[in-house]
């Protein structure tokens, strides 16, 4: 391969990374299309409205299971974004203009899909002195304004540091600040070049100083080890991390990071464990977990962990229901996973 799908050259990594074969996925990594009621109102909605969610163009497996429960995941700021991880697949380019007007579109679809929680996300713009802080807080006031019912949850990125532009964040009081770590301190910068480990840290203490609910991500077997992870799960919640998601990362592309290992459901149990152990307030932790992944379900189990009630306008949020991509989930339903899967993907 020298050439992207888009005709374009191919960077270094990109073609060394496509020197490794796209690897083939173990028995546990599966999803069953459920459809129920909710989910088949909503898809109508979306359907009838032409709305477009994160949920839908990505192709997410576990949309079935977050629509039933009237959960999804909007991406603002473009479709092209000025950094490159090796693990994500959105486009890096020039972006467009900023769109002022997509808070207000990105409101009515909330409105109009009937959320109960909403997620929103959007690709780095290094190009905006403010690192598009604004049209997050923007979209965040929009939605509330128009839904006084539904949770929102944003998930942004580090601003290059700068305090001012996460102050601009803080101040729409999200129910839950999310950013992502991702992976661990020794392959930071080959996995995420354009961030910084201890700027990750630092933007989640920040936002536990403002008096946010905060959340991170990590991504497993892209060349980490246990000690590691344990050691990054430690970093977080020492910088304040109170809700933390673990999951299997899946290679999008030949261009991608290739995949180290595939990481066994019983591995992300006693992960979840540990991680409860050391404090987190809220775990989700399984192969197709996503940061996004029940994260309504998620806000209101981190809340009841603390000893605090849920907001009356959320309480059906702490509703009891399965979470069906959990690895404690997949082990009850699949049973132990077999030892000769989990062999190095390469």
């Known amino acids: 391969m020298s050439t992207a799908p888009e005709g374009r050259r191919l960077l270094r990594i990109e073609a060394k990374n496509a020197e490794t074969p796209i690897e083939h996925k173990p028995s546990w990594i599966r999803t069953t299309a459920k459809t129920g009621p909710e989910y088949k109102a909503m898809k109508k909605r979306v359907s009838g409205a032409s709305l477009h969610t994160v949920c839908?163009?990505?192709n997410c497996p576990n949309l079935f299971e977050c629509w039933e429960?009237?959960?999804?995941?909007?991406?603002?700021?473009?479709?092209?974004?000025?950094?490159?991880?090796?693990?994500?697949?959105?486009?890096t380019g020039k972006p467009e203009a900023l769109d002022r007007d997509e808070p207000r579109r990105v409101a009515?679809?909330?409105?109009?899909?009937?959320?109960?929680?909403?997620?929103?996300?959007?690709v780095a713009r290094d190009d905006l002195p403010d690192g598009a802080s604004w049209l997050y807080a923007e979209t965040c006031r929009q939605i509330r304004e128009l839904n006084p019912?539904?949770?929102?949850?944003?998930?942004?990125?580090d601003f290059r540091g700068d305090g001012e532009a996460a102050e601009?964040?803080?101040?729409?009081?999200?129910?839950?600040?999310?950013h992502n770590i991702e992976t661990v301190p020794r392959i930071f910068k080959k996995i995420r070049p354009a961030f910084r480990y201890d700027r990750s840290l630092e933007?989640?203490?920040?936002?536990?100083?403002?008096?946010?609910?905060?959340?991170?991500?990590?991504?497993?077997?892209?060349?980490?080890?246990?000690d590691e992870i344990l050691g990054a799960m430690r970093d977080l919640h020492d910088a304040g991390c109170d809700i933390l998601t673990i999951t299997q990362?899946?290679?999008?592309?030949?261009?991608?990071?290739?995949?180290?290992?595939?990481?066994?459901?019983?591995?992300?149990?006693?992960?979840?464990?540990?991680a409860y152990e050391m404090g987190f307030a809220g775990v989700m932790a399984g192969p197709l977990v996503r940061s996004s992944y029940r994260a309504g379900r998620l806000f209101a189990r981190a809340l009841a962990a603390r000893g605090e009630e849920l907001p009356e306008h959320l309480s059906s949020l702490g509703e009891d229901v399965s979470?069906?991509?959990?690895?404690?989930?997949?082990?009850?339903?699949?049973?132990?996973?077999?030892?000769?899967?989990?062999?190095?993907?390469r």
Request: hydrophobic fraction near 40%; include cysteine; proline fraction near 4%.
């Open 149 to 157: 019912g539904t949770g929102v949850e944003l998930l942004v990125d």
């Open 203 to 226: 933007m989640i203490s920040r936002a536990r100083a403002a008096g946010l609910v905060t959340k991170s991500n990590l991504i497993l077997g892209m060349g980490e080890d246990r």
């Open 323 to 345: 979470t069906n991509q959990e690895a404690s989930s997949l082990l009850k339903k699949y049973g132990a996973s077999k030892d000769s899967e989990v062999a190095p993907a």
């Open 168 to 178: 601009v964040v803080f101040e729409a009081r999200p129910d839950v600040f999310a």
């Open 108 to 122: 009515e679809s909330v409105r109009e899909m009937g959320l109960r929680y909403a997620t929103v996300t959007g």
């Open 69 to 91: 429960d009237r959960e999804a995941t909007f991406l603002i700021g473009g479709d092209q974004c000025t950094r490159r991880c090796d693990f994500c697949n959105i486009a």
């Open 56 to 58: 839908q163009e990505a």
């Open 249 to 274: 990362y899946l290679r999008p592309s030949p261009m991608h990071h290739p995949i180290d290992r595939w990481v066994k459901p019983e591995e992300f149990v006693e992960l979840s464990e540990a």
